[in-house]
């Protein structure tokens, strides 16, 4: 049985992450960490402090009610620079690419304007389409809350199957089983195991505090405040839902933050239980290498906030790097970037 440790279970809050190309973006209260998988088998890993970010800057709201709104902007920025960390591990740690790497900022500017054209996107299929379907619904003499409730249900719909779809393709699976190696590790800490392959392994690949969870109850409970505002003309009513959705963002992460403390009650399973079923749709279950690679982004993050230096030389041994990989984060004097040599645990 896996050793227990109490004082991780008092502070199960401070971490959280995301799946990148590859890897896993672990983050805590003042720290966050990408490990990625290189094509050469190592794993990367660069770490860095939150105050150095746009995060740090805006920690003012980390507050009741304010903090939804953060956590949209941390999920955005920081997922963005772990993103294009992790690409950039791919493409220089390659030995069939040849090429020279493109300039950073060419390369950020491609990130940006690849999230830009997604968020546009996003509009498009998620207020546009569903509130000119069901614009028709008035000549049928529908009544507003009718048609807006309606608008919420093809949202939803809409979400699940594009979710359905990408995960078919075998780059977004890939992602998908990072995703659930990401919650293995979170749940072995959580649970108060000492974090390892093991542990994570024996741990469920779903969370309660998960993006997907908190998506769907964003879009559950706008069904019902979109549906008090009205029918006004369409060119009123989206600037009108997308001015409420920080509002009902920052409720949700109350209710989800709240709910995450007493997980393992009866009534808080029930009321998460769609949350955690449309998870099925968003993760796979990861292979070993995939664990092993999220533990380490867990752990350095943990060293780091916790104040303490790598345990194990075989589970994080730092070696001098290439230009071209610390070039793929910023080389202020609090950011870290290493190598991990695989273990063997992972091969087990």
């Given at each position: ?7 991780s ?9 995301q799946?990148?190309?590859?890897g ?6 003042r720290f966050?960490?990408v490990?990625?998988r290189?094509?050469?088998?190592q794993?990367i890993?660069?770490?860095e402090?939150l ?9 003012f ?5 304010l903090?939804g709104i953060l ?19 791919q ?7 040849k090429?020279?790497p493109?300039p ?19 509009i498009?299929?998620?207020f546009?389409l ?15 809350f009718?048609?807006n ?17 990408i995960?078919?393709m075998?780059?977004?699976r ?10 293995k ?6 649970e108060?195991?000492?974090v390892s392959?093991e542990s ?16 769907l109850l ?6 019902f405040v979109?549906?008090?505002?009205g029918?006004p003309?369409w060119y009123i009513?989206?600037?009108l839902?997308?001015?409420?959705l ?5 409720a949700t ?8 403390r ?7 399973r ?5 949350g ?7 993760t796979?279950?990861p292979?070993?290498?995939?664990i ?6 867990l ?5 780091l ?7 194990s030389?075989e589970?994080s ?6 230009a071209t ?20 645990e992972?091969?087990?």
């Open positions: 049985m896996a050793e227990r440790n109490n004082d279970q008092k502070t199960y809050w401070r971490y959280g992450g799946a990148v190309i590859e896993v973006m672990m983050r805590s209260m966050f960490a490990a990625c290189a094509p050469d088998g794993i890993i660069h770490s402090a105050n150095n970010t746009l995060i740090g800057k805006l920690m709201m980390n507050r009741p009610f903090r956590m949209l902007i941390d999920s955005l920025a920081l997922g963005l620079r772990a993103l294009n960390f992790s690409s950039m591990v493409i220089q740690n390659d030995p069939a690419h090429e020279k493109l950073k900022s060419l390369y950020d500017f491609a990130i940006g304007a690849t999230a830009f054209v997604g968020f546009g996107i996003g498009l299929l998620f546009v569903p509130t000119l379907l069901t614009d028709w619904l008035k000549a049928a003499h529908w009544t507003a009718q048609q409730m309606v608008d919420g249900i093809i949202r939803i719909a809409i979400f699940l199957g594009y979710v359905s779809v995960g078919l075998p780059d977004i890939r992602v998908f089983q990072y995703h659930g190696a990401e919650h590790a979170i749940n072995a800490l959580e108060g195991h000492v392959i994570a392994r024996a741990q469920t690949r779903l969370h309660p505090r998960c993006g997907t969870s908190f998506v964003v879009l559950v409970i706008s069904i979109f549906a008090l505002t029918r003309p009513r989206l600037p839902h997308l001015s409420l920080p509002l009902i963002a920052s992460y109350e209710i989800i933050r709240l709910a995450g007493f997980r393992n009650q009866s009534m808080t029930i009321l998460l239980a769609p955690m079923w449309s998870q099925y749709l968003t796979r279950e292979t070993d290498d995939q092993e690679v999220a533990v380490a982004s752990k350095r993050v943990m060293d906030e916790e104040g303490r230096v790598p345990e030389p589970e041994a730092p070696v001098e790097t290439e990989v610390e070039e793929a984060g910023d080389t202020e004097a609090v950011a870290q970037t290493e190598t991990v040599a695989q273990s063997s992972a091969s087990a």
